[in-house]
């Protein structure tokens, strides 16, 4: 008696806002694209993974405009689409300091959330913790499987 188990692993089923990404940057900055995306697996896991952006022209941040940026997140093709805006005047009382959007301190926004983008943080992912049960079902399986047949040997 032979049991075979075949474990599926798990897939990258979506990621977060299609991949469509919105960062606002000033003429002459550098866009703040996003390090990370949200990606959905076939397990239910939400797992945030590191987006690799295409390069750009850099001359196109030093007019304002639009442009977009390319990038893959796994299985996925992403875009950024990057709005590049003049340069904020200073306001009185703050001592010509640039003004920036409250809560962001110039850094994009995660879609979605509207938080400040963190940088490279990543979770662990329980895909690896879901084989566990399935090995021990297994293992409970093949020993009452041979504990069967010694009883039906004995007779």
């Known amino acids: 008696m032979s049991i075979t188990v075949h474990v599926n692993p798990a897939t990258q089923v979506s990621v977060e806002n299609n991949g469509a990404v919105k960062v606002t940057t000033q003429v002459g900055r550098k866009p703040a694209l996003p390090a990370t995306l949200a990606v959905t697996w076939s397990n239910g896991d939400v797992t945030d993974e590191t987006v690799a952006w295409d390069d750009y022209d850099a ?12 990038g893959k997140v796994g299985d996925f093709t992403v875009s950024a689409t990057v709005t590049v805006t003049k340069t904020d005047t200073t306001k009185p009382g703050d001592n010509g300091k640039p003004t920036t959007k409250p ?13 400040p983008q963190a940088g490279n943080k990543a979770t662990i992912s329980s895909t690896g913790a879901a084989v566990l049960p399935v090995a021990i079902v297994v293992a409970v399986l093949v020993a009452v499987a041979i504990a069967v047949l010694a009883v039906k040997r004995r007779k």
């Not at 001359?59 to 390319?70: D, H, P, R």
Request: aromatic share 8%; no cysteine.
């Open 103 to 115: 809560g962001t301190n110039g850094n994009a926004t995660k879609p979605g959330n509207g938080k």
């Open 59 to 70: 001359s196109w941040i030093e007019t304002s405009g639009t442009f977009t940026v390319s």
